[in-house]
């Protein structure tokens, strides 16, 4: 019977012991026990996973800042092509209802000429080429299974990556021959609209300089007229006047703004293609380049042509009236290739005899 009491007392304790114990559970510390077991199995996964190295580790680490620019610079999208076609307007407006009257009214009918063929002639490219380069997408790879060679597995897609393709966290899949996401198209430059971003860039520049030094004389007359204006105590100009000046400061300074970065950028931009690079293999190449040199070895990019051959293939230029069809006018062709795979320099035959 003692026994019994015993451990009749023994089972009440251990079964108030469960109780309390089953109340404690579903708090705050379940909660924090579960993500100290998830941390534990991120961590243990980082060190037994064969492909583990310090990229993978500095991704890990890094994920969440990458997904959180990612998601800002994915909403902000919209927010900075409404801001071109914008600023791009208000400049328009101020073209063709202040600039042009006065080039009609002071220039002679060549000049005047001139500044109708040349600024229409860039207003067109810019506006193809931008309403392009936003709604031409860049050029995925299959996902499909398919014989196509790969150079590795995407991690994030998991498929089989081509030679040149690259992962956008913003788009959030595998872009062929990928340069750069471009937040003011808010899309990807690859393979299909590389062309029309660059001509969209040189085009803009030239609208802008050709804006910045055309206004350049206007610009100087508002800005001093605004800067007595303020001095004299009764201002002579109407509000009308104070507007077109204030209109004319704007555009300058905008455009010359404009120039100076943009102009920068297509400079950039030129050379890489010059070169047979895109922005995420002049990294690459550069790395391995530093790399080889180690090893006293020259680094040769596969995809370098020479300068004039890169460019022909960058172009679509196949014979000589391309330059004018396919370069100096809008033009809807496709790049040459699938960007799937791509001849290695050097070639087996001359595929472009221009
Ligand atoms: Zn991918
Ligand atoms: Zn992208």
Wanted: net charge positive; charged share 15%; with cysteine.
């Amino acid at each position: 019977m003692r026994w019994c009491h015993g451990s009749l007392l023994h089972l009440l304790c251990c079964l108030r012991l469960r109780v309390c114990a089953r109340r404690r559970r579903p708090g705050p510390p379940a909660r924090l026990r579960d993500l100290w077991a998830y941390m534990r199995l991120v961590v243990r996964s980082l060190q037994y996973n064969s492909l583990t190295n310090s990229d993978v580790v500095f991704d890990s680490v890094f994920e969440p800042v990458f997904w959180t620019v990612d998601r800002i610079t994915r909403w902000f999208g919209m927010v900075f092509v409404c801001l071109v076609v914008i600023l791009t307007s208000s400049i328009l407006v101020i073209c063709y209802t202040i600039l042009l009257p006065m080039v009609i009214r002071t220039y002679p009918t060549a000049w005047v000429a001139w500044h109708l063929v040349y600024g229409h002639w860039n207003l067109v490219m810019i506006v193809f080429h931008y309403y392009k380069a936003t709604k031409t997408a860049p050029g995925y790879p299959p996902i499909v299974k398919n014989d196509i060679p790969f150079v590795s597995v995407c991690k994030k897609c998991i498929i089989p990556k081509p030679a040149r393709t690259h992962h956008c966290g913003i788009c959030n899949r595998c872009i062929l021959k990928m340069d750069h996401h471009c937040p003011w198209l808010n899309n990807c430059v690859g393979h299909l609209n590389q062309r029309y971003f660059f001509c969209f860039c040189l085009s803009m520049a030239l609208g802008c300089m050709y804006c910045s030094i055309s206004g350049r004389n206007l610009f100087l007359d508002a800005y001093n007229t605004l800067e007595t204006n303020y001095q004299t105590p009764s201002p002579p100009y109407t509000f009308r006047d104070r507007m077109v000046h204030k209109s004319i400061i704007y555009m300058w300074v905008l455009t010359s703004t404009v120039a100076v970065a943009l102009g920068g950028l297509t400079i950039w931009h030129a050379v890489l293609i010059s070169r047979g690079e895109t922005s995420i293999e002049r990294h690459t190449n550069f790395k391995e380049t530093k790399r080889l040199a180690k090893r006293g070895k020259v680094y040769k990019n596969p995809f370098n042509y020479g300068k004039i051959n890169n460019w022909k293939v960058f172009f679509g230029v196949q014979k000589k009236s391309h330059w004018l069809t396919r370069v100096l006018l809008p033009s809807g062709h496709t790049p040459p290739g699938d960007g799937l795979t791509w001849d290695i320099f050097p070639f087996k035959r001359d595929t472009i005899p221009v």
